[in-house]
């Protein structure tokens, strides 16, 4: 059986309508487009199959394939939609207001059963900053954030508080993904002098610091952003802090940290300083993608270890998408960015394509996994609303964009759930498209009339890093036990020595031949006649004298610092500046 096509659904001032996806991106009939403009909130279920949406009047929920109404609320007020993941579920949120004499106002988060149309249960939720009660995927555990305190019901069952997680100020938590046991990350802000921690917990297991599966605690932090993988064996936290006290950015300062649930923790190493603009997990949960420091970014994928595994270089982005499937890794500068794009083959680190999409808002990968849709909305743009998509080979195949004096404010494709489309190899042809290229001319640099007639030189403000390869040669990806890594470094440790003993040997007999054969009174064999060059020669061989040297206390299994990791990347750059130098000689 084909797998089925995907919609997007698109929401603005032209009303809420779905499109068929690729290959026909016509209009859907399933749907009957809701012309008012008044649409503030839309969900898909997680599975794709419902849709629900108010319209200013009431909320709708309705069987996508079938257009079948199923049931509708009186809510006009709801800007909120949430499906719990086995579509039992449907919460809605409004704004919560009080009553001119000061009394408490109406519960505003609303649990409805969405076979029924019944309410479940009412609660008072003031900020619309985590408003929604979070599922475990199969729906036996609900939790919610109360007054420093995380409530957990079992099997939809509101009217019971079956456990609750204590701590001195919970900020923010969140659920595991996948099968049980669930797990739960929590985040508690540092006060009085004290540190900030993540702490992981199984549930219902919440007795005390001791019973934690694990727990990183950092200064530094105002707020976390937690990321569990898909197979919810690890956490990635970015703590970031609004004020950077160095003064060096603007954007506040951010670290990043690893949390596994067998205790393991880490502050992942970021060679370039600056903002942590972006980080993913692969689907596939053994690696993920970072982009990170000041203009042009890098882009670094690691592995579970925290060890880089390649790098991109540098350039204009601030954004990473993995595909579904995690074959294709999307590099993209998008907000104050130009919407330059990079296609690469995860699998080969091979890049497929550099497409460029103008002035975009938002991207979202379709289900599968081989298509995109890019976005220009209101309000973060209200000229030029509009959205395109292509193929991940830089094809653009269909692009609309809506009149001047209309707006469009979301786009969004229709979920499904993993293994419906399956995966397939990775094309590197372009493919056919009756849509011209959509690249822009590039933008010619203003030449003052005394330079027009002259030869173009070149001034970049900065050199672009290119790519390179961080894994070992004959590196395996799967992690070594703690002993089969304890005898790599030392068999690694040995085999430095014994190159060093055999360099040294040789270089014994060489050196005594040389002084006998040479008259008295020589001379350095090899000078420029110039000392100030003669000083750069004798200061990069010292330099690099360091550097090896400090690559073999790595080889031994020493832990290097930050700064020192730095002096070994700039090898390469130290040995063709001595080669030029002896050239010139």
Request: net charge positive.
């Amino acid at each position: 059986m084909a797998p089925p096509t995907p919609l997007l659904a698109v929401r603005g001032s032209e009303g809420l309508y779905m499109v068929n996806g690729p290959p026909s991106f016509t209009e859907s009939t399933a749907f009957q487009r809701d012309s008012g403009k008044n649409c503030k909130a839309v969900a898909f279920s997680k599975d794709g199959s419902l849709f629900a949406w108010c319209n200013g009047e009431k909320v709708n929920i309705v069987n996508v394939t079938s257009a079948e109404l199923l049931c509708s609320f009186d809510l006009p007020k709801a800007v909120c939609l949430e499906f719990s993941p086995k579509n039992n579920v449907l919460a809605t949120w409004q704004a919560y207001t009080t009553a001119k004499d000061g009394t408490a106002g109406v519960p505003n988060l609303q649990l409805h059963d969405v076979k029924t149309g019944k309410c479940l249960k009412s609660f008072i939720q003031k900020k619309m900053q985590n408003w929604c009660p979070c599922w475990a995927d199969d729906e036996s555990i609900c939790a919610r954030n109360v007054n420093n305190e995380v409530h957990f019901f079992e099997n939809n069952n509101f009217n019971t508080i079956t456990n609750k997680l204590h701590l001195q100020k919970v900020n923010d938590f969140v659920l595991s993904p996948g099968a049980q046991p669930t797990k739960v990350a929590v985040y508690v802000p540092g006060s009085k002098g004290a540190p900030s921690f993540v702490r992981l917990y199984q549930y219902p297991n919440f007795n005390g610091p001791q019973s934690a599966l694990a727990n990183k605690s950092f200064f530094k932090a105002d707020k976390v952003t937690m990321l569990w993988n898909k197979k919810a064996t690890a956490v990635l936290v970015i703590a970031s802090t609004e004020v950077d006290k160095t003064g060096a950015s603007y954007y506040g300062e951010q670290t990043l940290h690893y949390i596994a649930t067998n205790g393991e923790s880490a502050v992942v190493q970021l060679p370039k300083n600056g903002p942590i603009y972006d980080v993913v997990w692969n689907p596939n949960s053994v690696e993920f993608c970072a982009v990170y420091g000041f203009m042009p970014a890098k882009a670094t994928v690691f592995n579970l270890k925290c060890d880089p595994v390649f790098d991109f270089g540098t350039g204009p982005r601030n954004a990473a998408y993995y595909s579904p499937h995690g074959h294709i890794l999307v590099l993209a500068g998008f907000g104050n960015l130009r919407g330059q794009m990079e296609v690469w083959d995860v699998k080969n680190y091979k890049l497929i394509s550099k497409p460029v999409a103008s002035d975009s808002t938002y991207f979202a990968w379709c289900p599968d996994g081989e298509h995109i849709v890019t976005a220009t909305c209101a309000p973060r743009l209200r000229v030029s609303n509009g959205y395109k998509i292509w193929h991940y080979t830089g094809s653009l195949l269909h692009s609309y964009e809506v009149p001047s004096n209309e707006e469009m404010w979301q786009v969004f494709w229709q979920p499904f759930l993993d293994g419906v489309f399956p995966a397939k190899a990775v094309k590197y042809q372009a493919v056919p498209s009756e849509l011209p290229s959509a690249e822009p001319k590039p933008a010619q640099a203003y030449r003052p009339p005394a330079l027009r007639n002259k030869p173009v030189t070149s001034s970049k403000l900065h050199e672009d890093e290119p790519p390179q390869n961080m894994k070992p040669p004959g590196s395996s990806d799967k992690p070594l036990s703690k002993t089969a890594l304890k005898n790599q470094r030392k068999h690694e440790a040995k085999k430095a020595a014994k190159q060093e003993a055999k360099a040294d040997a040789n270089q014994e007999p060489a050196q005594s031949s040389a002084s006998q054969n040479a008259p008295r009174s020589t001379v350095p064999a090899v000078t420029s006649g110039d000392p100030e060059v003669d000083k750069k020669i004798k200061n990069l061989k010292k330099k690099l004298k360091a550097i090896e040297q400090l690559k073999e206390q790595a080889a031994a299994g020493k832990q290097l610092e930050k700064n020192q990791l730095e002096k070994i990347q700039k090898e390469t750059a130290l040995l063709q500046e001595l080669e030029d130098l002896e050239l010139g000689v």
